[in-house]
Nanobody, 113 residues
Framework: QVQLVESGGGLVQTGGSLRLSCAAS????????IGWYRQAPGKQRELVGF???????AYADSVKGRFTISRDNVKNTVYLQMNSLKPEDTAVYYC???????WGQGTQVTVSS
């Protein structure tokens, strides 16, 4: 089983950018589909987007055009580039091995207005 660790969160101003990383350890990372999710306090966890093993991506409408997911299978890392950040993007961001309950611990993103 893979172990996922998110990093890169922090405090940014509206309109700023952050790049999150999801570093994986374990077996067969290159064959896995990885999703990014976020959860604000008191709200449901929601899908941000995902990247398939072959590199194709899909995004929630709320982040399309602003966020980009990529992966480096040599480094066993998936990235979430977040641009034009809004206060509504404030949440804990998690990565997940898709179709499993294998989650990272999350990283906090706070966007100030």
């Amino acid at each position: 089983q893979v172990q996922l660790v998110e990093s890169g969160g922090g405090l940014v101003q509206t309109g700023g950018s952050l790049r999150l990383s999801c570093a994986a350890s374990g077996n067969a990372f290159r064959a896995m589909d990885i999703g990014w999710y976020r959860q604000a306090p008191g709200k449901q966890r929601e899908l941000v987007g995902f990247i398939r093993s072959g590199g194709s991506t899909a995004y929630a409408d709320s982040v399309k055009g602003r966020f980009t997911i990529s992966r480096d299978n040599v480094k066993n890392t998936v990235y979430l580039q977040m641009n034009s950040l809004k206060p509504e993007d404030t949440a804990v961001y998690y990565c997940r091995v898709e179709r499993t309950n294998n989650w990272g611990q999350g990283t906090q993103v706070t966007v100030s207005s």
